[in-house]
Nanobody, 127 residues
Framework: VQLQASGGGTVQPGDSLRLSCVASSHTFRSYAVGWFRQAPGKERMFVAV????????YNSDSVKGRFTISRDNAKRSAYLQMNSLQPEDAAVYYCAAAPRPITGPNWWQWSSEYRIWGQGTLVTVSS
């Protein structure tokens, strides 16, 4: 499976964006898909993950209530709907996939647990 992320852009504070992550294979349906972001000079940070049964987990400190992760297996795609964007949300956003359920000791928050990564899409939030 290969992933391609898209949908980034430059927006103003309070605006919305929807990121997409498209997979090359229908085996995508067997993978959990996570979104991470990395701001300049900072470590890559977990944003959200969606499991094979559409269950989801968020980095509640940063994005819960503003971001929504979802997937459409028929389209081999996962999405990150981002509302009420703030300057601190500016980063390169990456999607990643791992062939395991989102159960257990929070493995999904660690970037090292994901085997497959998309190329990243840049989100800029500026007034």
């Amino acid at each position: 499976v290969q992933l391609q992320a898209s949908g980034g852009g430059t927006v103003q504070p309070g605006d919305s964006l929807r990121l997409s992550c498209v997979a090359s294979s229908h085996t995508f349906r067997s993978y959990a898909v996570g979104w991470f972001r990395q701001a300049p000079g900072k470590e890559r940070m977990f944003v959200a993950v969606v499991g094979v049964n559409d269950e989801s987990v968020y980095n509640s400190d940063s994005v819960k209530g503003r971001f929504t992760i979802s997937r459409d297996n028929a389209k081999r795609s996962a999405y990150l709907q981002m509302n009420s964007l703030q300057p601190e949300d500016a980063a390169v956003y990456y999607c990643a996939a791992a062939p395991r359920p989102i159960t257990g000791p929070n493995w999904w928050q660690w970037s090292s647990e994901y085997r497959i990564w998309g190329q990243g899409t840049l989100v800029t939030v500026s007034s």
